[in-house]
């Protein structure tokens, strides 16, 4: 059998007491429990491992071998446990964020701004759908949210943040959504620029197109909206992106008023059920 930790500790301390006594009381352990404790570690180890002298104890051979093993496991044991209070202490500081593929682009400037001010702040990402997002804010399964329109039902809170209405982007032109039905077709059946399938936003308008009864024709799937916004703009074909992704992308140039629209970033948080859950979303704005 091991020897345990609390074992290993006493049988230290009474090397570097020199005695059984002051060891015992340097742990906070009875004399007799330390005697008894370091007779079953001899037993177990079936070695002798302290000498009795006149002048107090000394390490036999096998004792100075244990110790110098048991001091290494102490250590370890003690970066250990330093370690997990460590990760206690951040996890009081880690934001669960959720947002919709049209935010995540234009969140960057205002995360970094963030994750600036509070040192020892963690946010943990996770891209889905606006539905999703409502749904996860609203469970617990996330504490903020960023989404596009506001949803309905109760127990959240929502702010609007900034117009992000999908645009087509083909060239150096691009248009807002108060474009003709007739034109949206026309992009649908491409040639398209996308994300991946299985994006929420490539989702979104690729259900568009089969209402329109349009079955798209990409030339390329990207894995970022700032990667096909690039390709779309040299006029290999046409994107449908959010207004935010080709405002910061272009970094303003040319740019007027977004469309009218009802589509904004909006972030939720849910109504506090718990002091916890309060503190921590409202460390970020709003």
Do not use: C, K
């Not at 071998?65 to 446990?81: N, S």
């Not at 997002?133 to 809170?157: N, Y």
């Not at 929420?200 to 079955?215: F, H, K, M, N, Y």
């Amino acid at each position: 059998m091991a020897p345990n930790l609390r074992d290993l500790e006493l049988f230290v301390a009474i090397i570097d007491a020199g005695s059984i006594t002051a060891g015992a009381r340097a742990v906070g352990v009875s004399l007799s429990s330390a005697s008894s404790r370091i007779a079953l570690l001899e037993r177990q180890e079936r070695v002798e491992l302290l000498s009795r002298r006149r002048g107090g104890i000394v390490p036999t051979t096998a004792g100075t071998t244990l110790a110098i093993h048991a001091r290494a496991l102490l250590e370890r044991a003690d970066e250990l446990r330093q370690a997990m209070d460590g990760l206690r202490g951040d996890s009081a500081h880690e934001i669960r964020l959720a947002s919709n593929t049209s935010a995540v682009d234009t969140l960057t400037e205002f995360l970094a701004a963030t994750l600036a001010r509070f040192p020892t702040m963690r946010i943990a990402v996770v891209e889905t759908s606006s539905v999703e997002v409502a749904s996860r804010v609203r469970e617990g399964g996330a504490d903020l949210g960023i989404v596009s329109l506001p949803p309905t039902g109760d127990g959240l809170i929502a702010r609007e943040l900034w117009a992000d209405p999908l645009v087509v982007v083909r060239g150096s032109v691009f248009r807002g959504d108060d474009v003709a039905p007739s034109f949206e077709e026309e992009v649908m059946r491409g040639p398209l620029i996308g994300l991946p399938a299985a994006n929420p936003l490539q989702t979104l308008i690729d259900e568009q197109a089969r209402i329109l009864g349009v079955s798209p024709a990409y030339r390329v799937r990207l894995p970022t909206l700032n990667a096909v916004y690039a390709v779309a703009s040299t006029g290999a074909g046409a994107a449908i992106v959010p207004y935010g992704t080709v405002s910061h992308t272009s970094g303003g140039r040319g740019m007027g008023r977004p469309p009218r629209t009802p589509h904004h970033s909006v972030y939720l948080r849910s109504v506090p059920r718990a002091a916890g859950v309060h503190r921590r979303a409202s460390a970020l704005p709003g």
